[in-house]
């Protein structure tokens, strides 16, 4: 990892960093926001708000607020490195243990939620929970109501169409296409601002169909993304996801992004080697949406398929500082 800088290198340096904007939502987007907050101070993650299963889907029928979940998932990603960071990081995401209506809950949903009651705003009751944490960074809501995920599936020749973001992961069969109910929601305005003014947007890893995608299919989020100066960056899975993406490989990734947004081009794609089946076919797919291929070992040592997130922020701060090297387009970009 020879001339990878930490967040104190950028400290010494007096330097904050590129601004980065990273989407997604559940542990994918946490994976980026833990290595990119290694390599800049100045982060905003804009996160999915389509979970309808668990602790959140709860709270959001029984409060019509934000599904919290993936939100405080990257709050907690955030947090800095302190005892008292990390102390409120733990009690964020300690799941309730109860013989009542309590038990599953995380702590930090319920908090989210009651300052969402208390304040009225989603985004200024997020702010308040990460100065709680210290966050090294702003998370922000993809949209300022409640989303519903609906997916055409094909099984063994059956169509068939599911709602919800949970059923459409465990749907069986293959996801065809997906749409967001409502179609056409309201974006808070910070998070136009971040990416209008971002010098890099991240997208994934993470659920393909259910918490990156859907970034995409909010109109103003896909204008804002597709007419951005910001450069962009893909980071692919490690591994196909049973129910979403079982029958895909990594080309196929892209080539679904690009079927859902035709019109949104990339700068890079960052994939492991372990997990690339075909890298001609890969590199003939990242042509296709205007974007080279990086190959980086970018999994953690155990085998599992996680990113670590220094080998993940090393192999970023590399596409950002030389991605426009002398690496030509139709070569893959080697570690």
């Known amino acids: ?3 990878y800088l930490d967040a104190e290198g950028w400290a010494q340096r007096g330097e904050s960093g590129s601004r980065v904007v990273a989407l997604g939502g559940g542990h994918g987007l ?3 926001l833990r290595a990119l907050r290694h390599i800049t101070h100045q982060l905003t993650a804009i996160v999915t708000v389509a979970d309808d299963g668990g602790s959140s889907g ?3 029928s029984e409060t019509d607020l934000l599904p919290p979940g993936d939100l405080r998932m990257a709050l907690a990603s955030l947090c800095e490195e302190t005892e008292w960071g990390l102390t409120w990081r733990d009690v964020m995401q300690l799941r309730l243990r109860t013989n009542g209506p309590l038990n599953g809950h995380a702590l930090g949903n319920l908090l989210i939620s009651g300052l969402w009651q208390l304040l009225g705003d989603p985004v200024e009751g997020l702010e308040w929970v990460g100065r709680l944490l210290g966050a090294q960074g702003r998370v922000l809501p993809m949209a300022s109501v409640p989303l519903d ?6 099984n063994e020749g059956e169509l068939y169409t599911v709602r919800g973001q949970s059923r459409v992961a465990v749907a069986p069969g293959r996801v065809r296409h997906v749409r967001l109910i409502p179609e056409d929601p309201p974006v808070p305005e910070a998070a136009m601002h971040a990416i209008q003014e971002a010098e890099w947007v991240v997208l994934g ?3 393909w169909y259910t918490s990156l995608i859907p970034h995409l299919l909010v109109s103003q989020l896909h204008r804002a993304l597709v007419t951005t100066d910001a450069h962009r960056a893909l980071v ?3 591994a196909r996801q049973r129910g979403e993406t079982d029958t895909m490989s990594a080309a196929d990734h892209v080539r679904v992004l690009r079927d859902h947004a035709p019109d949104l081009k990339l700068d890079v794609v ?26 980086r070992q ?3 040592g155990d085998g599992k398929p996680h990113h670590d997130p220094l080998r993940l922020a090393a192999a970023l701060r590399d596409a950002f500082d030389g991605f426009m090297g002398e690496v030509g387009r139709s070569e893959p970009w080697l570690a």
Do not use: H, K, Y
């Open 1 to 3: 990892m020879a001339g």
């Open 30 to 32: 946490s994976a980026t």
């Open 58 to 60: 709860r709270l959001r």
């Open 149 to 154: 995920i609906e997916a055409d599936m094909e």
């Open 205 to 207: 890893p993470g659920s």
């Open 236 to 238: 692919l899975n490690l």
């Open 270 to 295: 960052i994939a492991d080697p372990t997990a690339t089946d075909d890298i001609d076919t890969l590199i003939q797919a990242a042509q296709d949406v205007g974007a080279r291929v990086m190959l």
């Open 298 to 300: 970018v999994r953690t």
